[in-house]
């Protein structure tokens, strides 16, 4: 990899940028001054920046917590995307997001621009589990709750066994492993209710960082990223 490429991506810098900070002798590789942007840097090399060690990554992985008024999409002709919240700096990793939110959902919508594990923690052969608050628009029976854990008619399929929790009386904690459009919503109607307010709250054992406000990011750290790699692995 080109040093240039290597400073501007471990250090979100714009390619102009990094190559402006090489040919000002701040950059150094295994000890030495390098001056030479098209520099190929070996694996391991050791890469420092003004005075401190950079990193390269290949694969980013952001959790936002995802306001209402939001697509879950790259781009979009006449509604705000998910994108649009991230510092200009993350543009060139060409990030998505994993499944969707609807646009008056909000929570935990991971981003990142590795495929492979964004198609794993979707293939429904993972039973990776998601997690949402529901805030009905009438209570909830237990009857209702057992027949959404049993799995419900909601048009086009019958879901597959989920796992329901009990807030309040018209409040409940939902686990599903699909990701039918408008899933959780058709769920509520096939018992009857209607969702008025939808919230993800995790995805497997990755749980939304309570300190991000709305709108607001973050990298997963390297336990998290190291559980998405676990769970890409099961077969």
Do not use: W
């Amino acid at each position: 990899m080109r040093l240039d490429k290597f400073v501007s991506d471990a250090a979100a810098l714009t390619r102009s940028e990094s190559r402006k900070a090489i040919k000002s002798n701040r950059v150094t590789v295994d000890g030495t001054v390098a001056k030479d942007v098209a520099m190929h840097i070996p694996e391991n090399a050791s890469v420092f920046l003004d005075g401190e060690e950079i990193f390269y990554k290949k694969f980013v992985y952001i959790m936002l917590n995802k306001p209402q008024g939001y697509v879950s999409a790259t781009e979009d002709k006449k509604q705000k995307t998910v994108l649009e919240l991230l510092d200009p700096s993350y543009a060139r990793y060409q990030l998505f997001p994993v499944g969707r939110l609807d646009i008056d959902t909000e929570g935990f919508l991971l981003l990142t621009n590795d495929g492979e594990t964004a198609h794993n923690l979707l293939s429904p052969n993972k039973n990776f589990g998601k997690t949402y608050f529901l805030r009905l628009e009438k209570d909830i029976s237990d009857e209702e709750m057992n027949l959404l854990e049993k799995g419900v008619d909601i048009g086009d399929c019958v879901t597959k066994e989920a796992k329901a929790k009990r807030i309040s009386s018209n409040e409940i904690e939902l686990t599903i492993t699909e990701g039918k459009f408008h899933q959780i919503k058709r769920m509520a109607k096939a018992v009857g209710n209607n969702v008025v307010y939808l919230k993800r709250l995790s995805y497997g054992e990755l749980y939304l960082d309570k300190k991000l406000e709305i709108g607001e990011y973050r990298p997963l750290s390297d336990k998290e990223t190291q559980y998405l790699y676990n769970v890409h692995k099961k077969k």
